[in-house]
């Protein structure tokens, strides 16, 4: 077994910076926070500029549709909490009011997945990705680390239209050393020949401990980040499996809905290729985040079982 | 106008014509007389804006929109029809409108939203939120009302259309709303209720809600749904339903006699 060490860093609290450094920027910047303003970082901002933040409290519905106005008024509003109540909690708001209308509102919730733990299933937004993914007009974003969540961030502001850019509660490992993403397209962590994990948020670092691994058995893995999940980055997904032959994905989300059934549908569609999905089958529980991910095989090994698996499959097709 | 909406909706066999109904005296007064608008220039920035939360009440407003010169009344016909740019509930695809509704209880907080900005441009943008009466059964309506008095936005007015039916039966009947004023004050808001038929009422109320600082203001405007048509008058029936041919030249003929 691989051990490697990362350093670590909060998404939020990158996030919180970012939001802080481009309220310099921008000066139609306006935050709105939900009585979760010190959870989501935000109160740099509302320091900084407090005549551009509005705490609304715990309103979701009314935080959502107070920032379709603004931006309908040409404001940049940027909807701050967390992921359950940013995005199930308000979906009919963000349904007619922001995707039907086509706004400029940023929704960035942290807090996401399974990894806000102990808080349990009411905590763990585990549908948001399939949800957002379901409204035309938005770009759904998951960074992999910090860094890109400050690159992802500023592309979005910098970007007209919707956008829901999902982060979490605790530090998790740093991948990238300089910010460097791109709306719509995958990031190649590393090449390799016998199956691409294609993963995002958390998932990447679980993807590249995976590699290693399975490098050790004889297994090399191309890694894809794909921090864009909405519009998905077909052409590295047909590349991937047109240079590999065998895909697997890993999400930190339920099963359906998610990157997953993003890259099957290019598969399906393009180049149909052996794939297994790395992604949560069922309601979680209260508990450590990192126990979370283990029983519920949101793990490195989940990752290294499932290619293991599809690379069998791809064999098995070969000598048939 | 009344006769506008009621072509259009009988037009296409479809449509709310209640509601547009009660509403066209506040509407009136709105686009003809108090709102500061370009219908050449929709977006102009310093526009006063009016959001039409009831927005399956979209007929008045198309009527409102196309006797201002937004656009031409001969489109008025095409409401409902496949590529319309007149949809069957307010949508920002056309020219005037200026929030996207449907699903109710949302209009207040955009014209929050709305009025935050102006405030925030420092210009003297009035925000103008018309409400259904069975509207406010949304939980929505009073987070907004409560963020709208904790700002002090009193750059944002709204008017309830107090008509008294809903979609399935009698407000009261439905879900009782009453002591509707006292919500309203309790929320922090000016309060003043008016005949939602006379312009000699809706105007000054108008004026007077533009006139208050410090705090939202609101307009409770008793109206009567279907007004105007006598078999439509205060009839449930007619909120969400069409008249057919007959029934659009008895109504034609009592508009006319007006």
């Not at chain 1, 032959?245 to 393009?270: D, F, K, M, P, R």
């Not at chain 2, 406010?136 to 309506?141: S, T």
């Amino acid at each position: 077994m691989a051990t490697m060490e990362f350093k670590t860093a909060e998404t939020r609290i990158a996030a919180g910076e970012v939001l802080a450094e481009l309220g310099g920027v921008y000066p139609n910047l306006v935050v709105l926070g939900g009585d979760l303003n010190k959870s989501t970082q935000v109160t740099k901002f509302a320091d900084l500029y407090p005549d551009r933040f509005f705490d609304f409290g715990p309103a979701e519905q009314n935080i959502v549709s107070v920032a379709a106005g603004l931006a309908s008024s040409g404001k940049i509003p940027i909807v701050s909490t967390f992921a359950v109540f940013g995005s199930s909690r308000p979906y009919d708001q963000i349904r007619v009011g922001v995707s039907q209308s086509n706004l400029n509102v940023k929704i960035i919730v942290t807090h996401a997945g399974l990894l806000t733990g102990e808080d349990g299933v009411s905590a763990q937004s585990i549908e948001d990705i399939a949800i957002m993914n379901a409204l035309p007009n938005f770009n759904v974003l998951v960074p992999s680390d910090s860094v890109e969540t400050k690159s992802a961030i500023k592309s979005a502001i910098a970007t007209d239209g919707p956008f829901y850019i999902r982060l979490s509660r605790p530090a998790t490992p740093i991948l990238h050393e300089k910010e460097s993403f791109a709306l719509g397209k995958g990031g190649l962590i590393k090449e390799g020949a016998d199956a691409t994990i294609i993963a995002c948020g958390i998932m990447v670092s679980e993807a590249i401990v995976a590699a290693e691994n399975l490098a050790s058995r004889g297994i090399n893995c191309r890694i894809i980040n794909m921090s864009t999940i909405k519009p998905i980055d077909a052409s590295i997904i047909i590349e991937s499996a047109r240079k590999t032959g065998a895909i697997v994905t890993a999400e930190e989300h339920y099963i359906q809905g998610g990157l997953g059934s993003a890259v099957g549908l290019i598969l399906g569609n393009n180049i149909p290729t052996p794939t297994e999905n790395v992604a949560l089958t069922q309601y979680a529980e209260s508990g450590p985040p990192s126990e979370l991910l283990k029983k519920y095989k949101l793990s490195s090994s989940a990752i290294e079982d499932s290619v293991e698996k599809v690379v069998s499959r791809k064999t098995k097709k070969a000598v048939s | 106008m009344r006769r506008n909406i009621l072509k259009m909706i009988h037009e296409v066999q479809s449509g709310h014509p209640g509601g547009s109904l009660s509403s066209v005296e506040i509407l009136a007064s709105l686009y003809f007389s108090i709102l500061k608008h370009d219908p050449n220039n929709p977006r102009w920035e310093n526009r006063d804006k009016f959001i039409l939360s009831k927005a399956h009440a979209c007929p008045v407003l198309y009527v409102a929109l196309a006797q201002s010169g937004y656009f031409a009344e001969s489109e008025l016909l095409t409401f409902r029809k496949m590529n319309s740019r007149l949809q069957g509930h307010a949508h920002t695809k056309t020219p005037g409108v200026e929030m996207s509704g449907g699903s109710l209880g949302q209009g207040l907080s955009f014209g929050v939203g709305s009025a935050i900005a102006a405030q925030l441009n420092k210009n003297d943008s009035i925000t103008y939120v018309l409400l259904g009466d069975g509207e406010c059964d949304e939980g929505q309506i009073w987070e907004a009302a409560m963020s709208a008095s904790h700002y002090k936005l009193d750059n944002l007015v709204a008017i309830v259309d107090r008509n008294g039916i809903q979609n399935d039966r009698f407000t009261h009947e439905a879900m009782e709303i009453e002591p509707f004023e006292d919500k309203w004050k309790a929320f922090g808001w000016d309060v003043s209720a008016i005949d939602g038929h006379s312009f000699n009422e809706i105007i000054p109320a108008l004026n007077r809600a533009n006139s208050i600082k410090g705090s939202p203001s609101v307009i409770i405007a008793k109206t009567v749904k279907g007004k105007g048509v006598s078999f439509m008058e205060n009839n449930p029936g007619f909120h969400g339903k069409a008249p057919n041919k007959e029934e659009l030249r008895q109504a034609m003929e009592e508009l006319f006699s007006d």
